[in-house]
């Protein structure tokens, strides 16, 4: 009976054992291919902006994975400024084909693999004739695999750039709020819409400076564009939004973080003015227009105490963030744009702020926009 037993209850330990063998081979086979699909991912993020486009293309568009992990804004100033103005022209004077800078911008980074020293004339020229002859973007750039990676990148920076706006042609404020014209017209245009960081006749140096070392708290890199200037130049919002953050921060001092209404940039705007850095009744949460004064300039920053000027040279840093998913926002992967380009292109389109309040010296703009895009 006992030996019977014994039997029995081995032979369904054998069993057992199989059965175990087979999941723990099963289970073990599953977590490997995951972990070297895993690999593969953070290999090509880090190696190649093209890998990684197309490891994201191949992951299932249900998973929470398949966002841009990296982006480079490399798009010189030259094209900024031609694509931008047939883009505008086309519309203005209402040309059957309107053209759409953004697609244009997305096909030269295809050619040229986002290299945009290697532009030439002759490119746009032939895709617009295309376009002209009645050919789509879609069809033009079916054999491009890259397309929709550019598309998708350069419409998170520049997708409110250009577009449909009203603008005042009387001003809204006039000095010390006297006079304030009580009927306002406005215009409807399409044309630039987002604003350069630095108000109307004030002058500023910049160089390309993105990606120099910095080494105040620690060794990293700088992710923005530095704009000299003097200190209580009005700084303006570049694009609407609202502001997500507010008050001191140990590296930009006094700095206003505002986050674009589709939520894929983050304007950061650092080292404001010592005693003054904001303009009145602005806080978290507020939405801001295009053009608005949100600030002043000034050398705050590299210290822990509030309100200490620790910067050697007054001026505004200026950054862009692009969020393609929210883990990006205060995660280590974080992307920055170099701007330099981009200010350089927004000079043709600089707020004018007066002085609204002699008394507290607040600034304010001088010409309302209507942007559509700002919500109710
Ligand atoms: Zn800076």
């Known amino acids: 009976m006992l030996i019977k037993c014994f039997k029995l209850s081995k032979g369904l330990l054998f069993a057992l054992i199989a059965i175990l063998l087979i999941i723990s081979i099963i289970y073990f086979f599953i977590f490997c291919r995951q972990n070297i699909s895993l690999e593969k991912n953070s290999i090509s993020v880090d ?8 490891v994201s293309s191949n992951l299932s568009n249900s998973t929470e994975e398949n966002y841009i992990k990296w982006f480079e804004f490399n798009v010189s100033y030259e094209v900024l400024q031609k694509t931008s103005q047939l883009d505008i022209n086309s519309h203005t004077t209402n040309k059957n084909v309107k053209y759409n800078w953004i697609e244009l911008i997305s096909y030269l980074a295809c050619l040229y693999g986002n290299n945009f020293s290697k532009f030439k004339i002759k490119d746009l020229d032939n895709l617009v004739a295309k376009l002209d002859s009645g050919k789509s973007i879609d069809e033009i750039t079916r054999d491009m695999k890259n397309y929709h990676y550019y598309y998708e990148g350069y419409s998170a920076v520049l997708s409110q750039y250009i577009g449909n706006f009203g603008i005042s042609e009387t001003p809204i404020n006039n ?115 295009a053009g608005d004064v949100i600030g002043y300039l000034g050398m705050t920053g590299y210290s822990t105490k509030e309100d200490t000027n620790n910067i050697n040279i007054p001026h505004l840093h200026f950054g862009i963030q692009l969020i393609f998913n929210e883990v990006q926002k ?35 703009r001088k010409y309302e926009i209507i942007d559509p895009y700002v919500p109710d």
């Not at 280590?332 to 292109?345: A, S």
């Open 175 to 289: 000095a010390d709020n006297s006079n304030t014209q009580k009927s306002i017209s406005y215009v409807q245009k399409y044309d630039l819409k987002a604003f350069h960081p630095l108000a109307q006749n004030y002058s500023y140096s910049h160089y390309k400076d993105f990606g120099n070392s910095r080494s105040y708290g620690y060794n990293r890199l700088h992710l923005g564009n530095d704009l000299m200037g003097s200190i209580g130049t009005p700084v303006i919002a570049v694009e609407s939004g609202y502001v997500e953050a507010i008050g001191w921060n140990q590296y930009g001092g006094w700095r206003i973080g505002i986050r674009s209404f589709d939520k894929k940039r983050y304007y950061y705007y650092a080292h404001l003015r010592k005693g003054h850095p904001f303009v009145n009744d602005i806080y978290e949460g507020k939405i801001v227009q």
């Open 47 to 54: 190696n190649s902006v093209l890998e990684e486009t197309a």
């Open 330 to 364: 205060d995660g280590p992967n974080q992307i920055w744009i170099d701007v330099y380009n981009l200010v350089d292109f927004l000079k043709k389109n600089r707020s004018t702020a007066i002085i609204t309040n002699t008394k507290t010296k607040d600034y304010e």
